[in-house]
């Protein structure tokens, strides 16, 4: 069955590091979405992605935060300097088409901020 | 804007009794309703989801809930509960075409006990 992959799967790093998080979608999968839950919290929406670009950002996605689809098959967040409250499970999704299509969610990837 | 509440952040009941999940919305245009459920070290997976049809949502492992406009609740029920359903569950809420980012509940741990 298709899924959605994440790696890393848990990052430690220091304040101030830039980390880049990665997911593969599923292949024939056209919207792309970063959540993250800090610990405890509920899932937070970060930012969409369709068609090469942004197409929906939250709050907390600011100029810290950026996102790319190098390659056709990847699909990555950046951190460029992590603070300690960016520590939380990052979660990767992907969706097949607009409207009310099922959501597809990776496995998470933890980050711990030190 | 848009925004989801469950009440109990966990949940506790005996195997074989009814299992109860509360979720309520909040929605300035028609809602999309879903629920989610997180396995210990998985990601996220549909159960069900309310797009407008039918206001009773089957959806798998024998789940259902249904969506009250008038109490703007979308509860999910479970007649008799399984060890294995154990688990995070999450409430989410959409606009009405499907084109906004899903908004999630905190989440409610079901514990199942034998």
């Known amino acids: 069955e298709p899924e959605v992959t994440q790696t890393p799967s848990h990052q430690v790093t220091q304040m101030g590091q830039e980390v880049i998080l990665r997911c593969v979608p599923i292949?024939?999968?056209?919207?792309f979405y970063w959540y993250r839950q800090i610990l405890g919290q509920k899932v937070e929406f970060l930012v969409s992605?369709?068609?090469?670009?942004?197409?929906?950002k939250s709050e907390i996605f600011d100029d810290q935060f950026s996102v790319e689809r190098p390659d056709g098959s990847n699909f990555t967040l950046k951190i460029r300097s992590t603070k300690l409250e960016d520590s939380a499970m990052y979660f990767c999704?992907?969706?097949?088409?607009?409207?009310?299509?099922?959501?597809?969610f990776g496995e998470g990837s933890r980050l711990t901020v030190l | 804007a848009q925004s989801v509440t469950q009440l109990g952040s966990h949940v506790s009941v005996s195997e074989g009794a009814l299992v109860l999940l509360r979720c309520n919305y909040s929605?300035?245009?028609?809602?999309?309703l879903f629920w989610y459920v997180q396995y210990p070290n998985q990601g996220l997976q549909l159960l069900l989801k309310?797009?407008?049809?039918?206001?009773l949502v089957k959806g798998i492992n024998g789940f259902e809930a249904e969506f009250k406009k008038s109490e703007t609740s979308f509860h999910l029920t479970k007649p008799s509960a399984h060890m294995s359903d154990a688990a995070e569950y999450f409430c989410?809420?959409?606009?009405?075409?499907?084109?906004?980012?899903?908004?999630f509940g905190s989440g409610t741990r079901l514990q199942v006990q034998p």
């Open positions: 999704a992907s969706k097949a088409g607009g409207g009310t299509g099922e959501l597809f």
């Open positions: 292949s024939n999968h056209l919207y």
């Open positions: 992605f369709y068609n090469n670009e942004i197409s929906e």
């Open positions: 929605s300035s245009v028609p809602p999309y």
């Open positions: 309310y797009t407008s049809a039918a206001t």
């Open positions: 989410a809420v959409s606009d009405n075409a499907g084109r906004r980012a899903l908004t």
